[in-house]
């Protein structure tokens, strides 16, 4: 009975800790899924991880396993919970379930950066030669998926040209009969402002992605500034040779 209000005791503490990112499954043996996220998780953009694990305790080693994750290949996802496990052979039988949980997330926090290639390039995703670059790769918020900056913008754009593509070779008629009028414009609004991911094809919403959408307004203007000195230019170039016709 005390080794059952001891394995209670630690419970709470973990409750205590990690609040709703805590579901106890089962009270005693405690079987808890838990949500776990990186140190820097309060602020969006320096978060590239996170994952959801689940615990058996008390047993000898606690059974610990991966749930879901995010931003985790298969070999961090492997490496993340055989450290999980080394600790739980390391620490003491009982109390160890907050020291166990501290140190998923110290093991999930070392891993907070993005790993591997581009997947529209192919291409490294952080380049050793010019670390001072700034926003050299951006994440999308449904799934932590990185892309380079650059690759991204011209797969959003692509996308939009598509969706208004696709918009047009419907006829209006077959639009105002399956969404009903003045709806249809709302839900077109709507469908212009989703889209899915190039990698695994979850679903984002224009509001989870608005750092992508910021970057390519601020790409956009800076392409139509570009242009516009480019005309400016060229009338400049034009107006000296026609000068010159002139006087010839």
């Known amino acids: 009975m005390a080794e059952e209000e001891e394995v209670k005791m630690e419970v709470e503490a973990v409750q205590s800790v990690y609040g709703d990112d805590c579901v106890i499954i089962e009270s005693y043996p405690p079987y808890l899924h838990l949500h776990i996220k990186p140190r820097t998780a309060d602020v969006s953009s320096q978060q590239f991880v996170e994952a959801a694990i689940g615990i058996r305790y008390p047993k000898e080693p606690p059974l610990v396993y991966l749930i879901d994750s995010k931003g985790l290949d298969e070999q961090r996802q492997t490496l993340l919970l055989s450290n999980i496990r080394d600790k739980a052979c390391e620490l003491p039988s009982c109390f160890m379930l907050v020291a ?5 997330v110290e093991r999930l926090s070392a891993m907070n ?3 591997g290639d581009c997947p529209l390039c192919l291409y490294p995703l952080v380049s050793e030669d010019d670390q001072a670059e700034r926003l050299p790769f951006m994440k999308l ?9 650059e690759c991204i913008i011209r797969w959003w754009n692509w996308l939009q040209i598509e ?9 209006s008629a077959t639009l105002h009969l399956r969404n009903g009028g003045d709806q249809q414009d709302r839900n077109g609004a709507v ?4 889209g899915n991911c190039p990698v695994c094809r979850k679903v984002f919403h ?5 750092h992508v959408l910021d970057l390519v307004g601020s790409h956009s203007s800076q392409l139509n500034a570009e242009k516009t000195e480019i005309n400016v230019d060229e009338i400049l170039l034009h107006s000296d040779l026609e000068n010159m016709r002139q006087k010839f």
């Open 100 to 104: 166990l949980c501290e140190e998923a």
């Open 113 to 115: 950066h993005p790993d």
């Open 141 to 149: 918020m449904s799934c932590f998926h990185c892309f380079h900056s």
């Open 163 to 171: 969706n208004k593509n696709n918009a047009k070779n419907v006829s």
């Open 191 to 194: 469908e212009e402002s989703m």
């Open 206 to 210: 224009a509001k989870d992605f608005e």
